[in-house]
């Protein structure tokens, strides 16, 4: 298996863009993470779905934050309009049941800047 | 309120000694997990390994052991032999029952030769 695909590996746009994060989870992985690193705030959940469906979003700054998972194998994060503050490193991870010994699989991140 | 609690912001260690990573945790769910996580400088978040609650050994994985003091509410991370590679930022990270997990602030470890 590939791993969690994560697309693009970096980003730089300006401030008031809109901005689409990607993510192809493990085959079989019934759950999706997306997290925002940053130096200040370290590793933030922002929502994860289960089987397609957001479970729990209370982590999405504001309402200029959106996901979706229209597919067991994609889902986007995207920023619109961006602003400088939304510049972070953005983790998709997928995990089967949360169950037993299974940790999250990462992907490799997304580096957003916005100038 | 913070439930997952790295107090060391950065660590150092000689080459092939061993080091201690702390970790403590606050919770009220009977069932939990506990994981560590490497990130090196590249990035990536690596899975190193995993406790669970009603473990009754700590867990292992080569040269990685979880010391798991339950009603301390602690599960540090100890690396034996450290290498060179293992110059990296380690996270420490919780799943209470069926929810998602929550991370600590991480610590900074640097191997010296």
New interface residues.
């Given amino acids: 298996d590939a791993g969690v695909i994560q697309s693009p590996r970096h980003e730089v746009t300006e401030m008031g863009q809109e901005v689409t994060l990607r993510c192809k989870p493990i085959s079989g992985h019934d759950y999706l993470?997306w997290y925002r690193q940053t130096m200040m705030r370290?590793?933030e959940?922002l929502i994860?779905f289960n089987n397609n469906v957001p479970i729990?979003d209370s982590g999405m700054p504001e309402d200029r934050f959106s996901a979706k998972m229209p597919n067991a194998s994609f889902s986007t994060l995207k920023i619109q309009p961006s602003e400088p503050r939304d510049s972070a490193?953005y983790?998709c991870?997928s995990s089967p049941p949360?169950?037993?010994?299974?940790?999250?699989?990462?992907g490799?991140?997304t580096?957003l800047t916005v100038v | 309120a913070q439930k997952i609690t790295q107090t060391q912001p950065g660590m150092f260690v000689q080459e092939k000694e061993a080091v201690t990573l702390d970790c403590t945790y606050d919770t009220s769910d009977p069932s939990y997990?506990l994981?560590w996580?490497k990130q090196p400088s590249s990035?990536?978040?690596i899975?190193l390994i995993?406790q669970?609650s009603y473990d009754q050994q700590n867990a292992t994985e080569g040269r990685y052991s979880l010391n798991f003091q339950k009603a301390r509410k602690s599960a540090n991370l100890v690396i034996s032999a450290s290498q060179l590679g293992d110059s990296a930022m380690y996270?420490c990270a919780m799943?209470e029952g069926?929810?998602?997990?929550?991370?600590?602030?991480?610590t900074r470890l640097t191997v010296k030769p």
């Fill in positions: 993470f370290g590793l959940l994860y729990d490193v983790f991870a949360l169950t037993g010994v299974y940790g999250y699989t990462f490799s991140g580096r | 997990g994981f996580y990035g990536e978040m899975f995993y669970g996270f799943r069926q929810n998602d997990m929550r991370f600590g602030a991480g």
